[in-house]
């Protein structure tokens, strides 16, 4: 291509139309000589794409359309870069978060250490000796074990010749006075992170001045302070005045000559029963328990609560089923049913549990009680053996006391006091069963000093030894299993872990605790005379392939030299399981801690949320067929509202016990098993409204409060078929009611206090009926519900005892308002109805100020 002079070192650029057609041309040099002549080959050239220069660049980068669009994009790059960061705060924010479970209390977290100061002390020690007693024990108890709770018993002022009856509840012995016992013991164990308990009996005292002064008829004061039988005698009559009789199978009457009377004693003659009818007494204990919480004392322990009340009217107690055995003069022939856990008792200690519990202490009580979380924080009971108790034995009697109580503790008698086998040889193995168990562990301090031949300074050297009993084959080594022990109730699996039962092969006790995504624990225990070989697999699915011995009650004989040279206790030997997944358990009567790793338990279903501080399991609106299975052990509250459950049976609710509220609305229940709650003893509320339930024929929980089978087409004559002796609150609307249930005005609900009928438009109610429910404070009426039928001494027997009625005026006979009402608008309280009938007597008649 060939160009000008004036083009000459100039680079020319093609246009775009003439770089699509431009051509090469190519010379091909003569390869074969012919004629010198060369052929010319003219080929397409492809141009190439040299880019934008910089000017065009400038052009297009300060064009308004692509500015506008730079700033767009910078723009929304930073805005879903924040959408981003504040969504990412809000889930983290907002979504429900893994609660830990709340932190045990110290009563929870220590095992309760019961010292009996009579059997430590012989009651002439000088005070400087005991106070150096006491606290060697305070310090090594916390020292080497982390002991917590120290209870003290027999400390009170009191008979020398029966440490059990009290002369003064608000002194003690051993020291000078009641405040040195507060500043040297009391205060010490407090900077000592110890909390000390008091234990005594208030069902009586020893025959004290009070008691003298009651024999005295002109003490008007204390004439009631204790109980005495009623009738006045001239002398000694031949007959006692009924059949009572002592625990230690003697008559529980015994007569004073000087007041002419009996007096009660349901132990020993010179314990006489408080009278705890009488307000003053209720008072004076009341009283007690102040003047001891202000000194410091952070609980009590108040045993033989079950006696405190008798019948008041004297009534012979009814011979007991089962009694074969006995005969009539033994305390086991008989049912003592007017003398043993009355119902009024909960209503004193409800009482004393506020005072304490006001004061941030804890009351424990030696049984007997309804609902006994309400009132004592646990109840101190052992658990009776059998000399040659079984696994099953055992399994059943720890689950039924795990069942009986919200808080187990655990401690262990023998059935007969005289041969204490069942104790002693497998002393180390219930011990960790216990440390292990749900609740509180209760170790007591040790018997094996005789103190009639030892000086306080031996009883000091000897403080290292309170564990050990001399008649255990283990005994020299209990306390380093106690420290052991200790260190794994502080693990997640034992503090908060579901506890689960197995009883392999009839003779193998086994136990886990497990809590999900923590290391969970395996508790064996071979109580049979044979050696066996156990599959775990068969039996328990959450045991892995992998599992480490923790600790075996006998290490003193098989792993004696590790003890001696004080190595720790954990990893004693591994297991591998075969691959027919056995275990053979070659020692008998022994006891193994086994170490299960990493457990990924599935706890209840994602779709429903637990609390564990409330024990609160919300499932509401989740579309659940049946009831989850998988439900924590210590819920208290379930909510199932508006599923599509359609029954519910003795099953749904087996996973726990400690329930207090159902909430079932708006499911489609047809059908109820008869038990499905006769095992959910603390169960306080019960809500089936809006269901399909045509009957209510269940066994339902003595403690049960509150009912609402509101919207239920029930039939009148399929509800209550059992006795509920604690219902109060009863909702019926609109269930179509025709005639009022049967067993609403019977004994079978003896306590109603609110009774709701509204919108049952067919429903009449004549005076009869009102005049039935006796003890209704509080009744919901429709209008048109109410037939008067000119009853005038029904209605106004009604009229007394009634206090709110929502019912028209014009619907109420007139002669049935000769009496004194007032007649008010309540319309917020009533949608039915402006007119809300108000009975209060012997006040005059007003309607909204307007006289009628």
């Known amino acids: 291509m060939m160009t000008d002079e004036n083009e000459d070192g100039q680079k020319l650029f093609l246009s775009n139309n003439e770089a699509k057609t431009s051509e090469a041309v190519k010379f091909i040099p003569d390869s074969e000589g012919k004629n010198g002549l060369s052929p010319i080959s003219v080929d397409h050239l492809k141009a190439k794409f040299t880019g934008l220069t910089k000017e065009e660049l400038m052009k297009f980068a300060n064009d308004p359309f692509w500015v506008r669009l730079r700033w767009f994009l910078f723009i929304l790059f930073w805005l879903i870069w924040l959408l981003m960061l504040s969504a990412a705060i809000v889930i983290i924010v907002v979504k429900p978060k893994c609660q830990e479970p709340p932190p045990l209390v110290w009563w929870e977290r220590s095992p309760l250490y019961v010292l009996d ?75 000592r992170d110890v909390r000390i308990l008091l234990g005594f009996s208030p069902e009586y005292s020893g025959q004290t001045e009070f008691f003298i002064r009651s024999t005295l008829k002109e003490e008007v004061e204390y004439k009631d302070f204790y109980v005495w039988f009623p009738q006045n005698y001239s002398s000694k009559p031949a007959t006692l005045p009924n059949n009572w009789l002592s625990v230690y199978n003697t008559p529980a009457w015994e007569w004073n000559d000087e007041r002419k009377q009996f007096y009660l004693h349901q132990f020993n003659v010179t314990q006489p029963d408080l009278n705890y009818r009488n307000s003053a007494v209720v008072d004076f204990m009341s009283d007690v328990l102040k003047f001891w919480l202000n000194l410091g004392v952070q609980g009590f322990y108040l045993n033989n609560t079950e006696y405190l009340l008798e019948d008041n009217k004297f009534e012979n107690e009814l011979v007991g089923e089962g009694n074969s055995g006995f005969d009539l003069k033994q305390y086991g022939f008989y049912r003592h049913t007017k003398t043993f856990e009355l119902p009024e008792n909960v209503e004193i200690l409800k009482k004393w549990s506020e005072i304490i519990r006001n004061a941030s202490g804890i009351l424990s009580v030696s049984g007997g009680i309804l609902n006994e979380k309400q009132i004592a924080d646990f109840v101190l009971r052992p658990l009776t053996l059998q000399t040659n108790f079984t696994a099953s034995a055992l399994s059943a ?141 068969d039996h328990i699915k959450t045991v892995p392939e992998d599992i480490t011995v923790v600790i075996k009650s006998d290490f003193s004989s098989h792993h004696s030299q590790e003890l001696n040279s004080h190595k720790n206790l954990k990893c004693i030997s591994r297991i591998k399981m075969d691959e027919s997944k056995n275990f053979k358990f070659k020692a008998t009567r022994v006891s193994l801690i086994l170490y299960l790793g990493l457990i990924f338990s599935t706890g209840v279903k994602a779709k429903c949320t637990y609390g564990s501080a409330s024990g609160f399991l919300d499932c509401r609106n989740q579309s659940l067929s049946s009831v989850p299975t998988e439900i924590e052990p210590f819920t208290k509250i379930i909510d199932l509202s ?28 047809s059908s109820i098993g008869y038990d499905t709650f006769s095992h959910l003893k603390y169960l306080q509320l019960l809500d089936l409204s809006h269901n399909h339930l045509t009957a209510f024929k269940v066994e339902t929980p003595i403690a049960l409060e509150i009912l609402y089978l509101d919207y239920n087409p029930v039939v009148s004559e399929h509800l209550f078929q059992q006795r509920i002796s604690f219902l109060k609150y009863l909702s019926l609307v609109g269930t179509n009611l025709t005639t009022p249930p049967p067993n609403l005005f019977s004994p079978f609900l003896p306590v109603l206090e609110y009774l709701d009928l509204q919108d049952n438009p067919a429903l009449t109610i004549t005076v009869d009926d009102l005049a039935k429910l006796k003890h209704v404070r509080v009744l919901y009426l429709s209008p048109r519900i109410f037939v008067a039928r000119n009853k005038i001494k029904k209605c106004k027997e009604f009229v007394s005892k009634a206090r709110e009625l929502k019912i028209e005026l014009s619907h109420f006979s007139s002669r049935c308002l000769n009496f004194r009402l007032v007649v008010s608008f309540y319309l917020q309280m009533s949608p039915f109805s402006s007119s809300c009938l108000i009975f209060r007597p012997d006040v005059s008649i007003a309607t909204s100020g307007r006289k009628l």
């Open 397 to 537: 009697n720890i689950t039924r006391w795990i069942e009986s109580v919200s808080h187990p503790t655990w401690e262990w008698k023998c059935s007969s006091s005289f041969d204490l086998k069942c104790i002693d040889s497998n002393e180390n193995s219930l011990t960790i069963v216990s440390f292990l168990l749900p609740g509180v562990p209760v170790l007591y301090d040790s018997d094996e000093f005789q103190k009639s031949n030892e000086t306080i300074k031996s009883l000091e050297n000897k403080m290292n030894n309170s564990f050990q009993t001399s008649n255990s084959s283990a005994s020299l080594n209990r306390p380093q299993l106690i420290k052991e022990l200790m260190k794994l109730r502080t693990s997640p699996a034992v503090s908060y872990g579901d506890y689960t039962s197995y009883v392999i092969n009839s003779t193998v006790f086994a136990f886990t605790r497990i809590k999900a995504g923590f290391p969970g624990y395996l508790v064996v225990w071979n109580l049979g005379s044979e050696k066996v070989t156990i599959n775990f697999k």
């Open 642 to 669: 508006f599923n599509k459950i359609q029954h519910i049976d003795h099953n749904s609710f087996n996973a726990t016990n400690f329930i207090t509220e159902i909430y079932l609305a708006g499911n489609n229940l």
């Open 117 to 191: 100061v009579k059997k430590l002390l012989s009651g002439s020690e000088p005070e400087a000796s005991v106070i150096g007693v006491l606290k060697s024990k305070i310090d090594y108890l916390k020292q080497e074990f982390g002991i917590e709770s120290l209870l003290l018993k027999s400390i009170l002022q009191s008979n020398k010749a029966s440490f059990d009856e009290v002369m003064n509840f608000t002194n003690v012995d051993y020291f000078e006075s009641v405040n040195s016992f507060q500043r040297e013991i009391i205060d010490y164990a407090k900077s």
